[in-house]
């Protein structure tokens, strides 16, 4: 999902810087309620492991240059469901930084567009979880119908943002269009392996009582809304 170099340029960058800006703001209000609710400990603890793990993910999962993007398995539902959604978007944050300082500083022009490609996804996949996911569910015990769901909206989320970006940047010439349209492809395959992950991931949760009262996860990995 990382936009290449030059497709948005001048002061077309003006909008990213924006846009990264209402991100980020979300991303803090969502900071400020965690705390208020579980601490600024458990808060932190959470973000730095999802921040590890979406590191791993950026740099050291298999990820593949196509047309206009990069195709990378976020795996960002996952992270969801187990960390909640206030260290998640701190972590896709963290991570994309991170990674852009140490290995890819030729990506850091475009962090706002980046960062908002992973972010405004993410806080839509989060309302959808809390109208498709029953209140009684705990997210340990979720169906792939669900999973594939949330997967569903957060990859179409990336796939609609990078198009946005790409379309903007750079116009409706075919050469553009055929580039979105094979990044599209290839990244919505993604869709048909992070559910299997999720509840894969779930399932082994579901052994490791001992962290079914931890403040270190998602409260609603082990337990329901009500």
């Known amino acids: 999902m990382h936009i290449e170099p030059g497709i948005v340029h001048g002061a077309k960058m003006a909008l990213s810087y924006g846009t990264a800006v209402v991100s980020f703001g979300i991303a803090f209000k969502l900071a400020v309620d965690s705390i ?8 932190i603890v959470k973000s730095i492991m999802a921040s590890i793990l979406v590191f791993m993910f950026f ?5 593949q240059a196509v047309g206009v993007s990069e195709v990378h398995l976020i795996l960002a539902s996952t992270l969801f469901l187990i960390f909640g959604l206030a260290a998640t978007s701190l972590a896709l944050a963290i991570g994309l930084l991170v990674q852009g300082l140490l290995f890819s500083q030729f990506d850091l022009p475009q962090y706002g567009m980046n960062v908002t490609t992973l972010l405004m996804p993410l806080f839509v996949m989060s309302f959808v979880a809390s109208k498709v996911i029953p209140a009684n569910i705990a997210y340990k015990d979720i169906k792939y119908s669900d999973a594939l769901k949330l997967s569903f909206v957060y990859q179409g989320g990336i796939v609609t943002w990078v198009a946005f970006w790409a379309l903007y940047g750079q ?5 553009n269009l055929s580039s979105v349209l094979s990044f599209s492809i290839a990244y919505m395959s993604v869709i048909l392996i992070e559910p299997l992950i999720n509840l894969a991931l779930l ?9 079914q009262n931890s403040p270190f996860v998602n409260n609603r990995l082990f337990n329901t809304a009500k």
């Open 36 to 43: 208020k609710n579980s601490g600024l400990f458990p808060l």
């Open 203 to 211: 399932s082994g949760a579901k052994t490791l009582h001992i962290l």
């Open 171 to 175: 116009g409706f010439a075919y050469e």
């Open 59 to 63: 740099e050291v999962f298999p990820h």
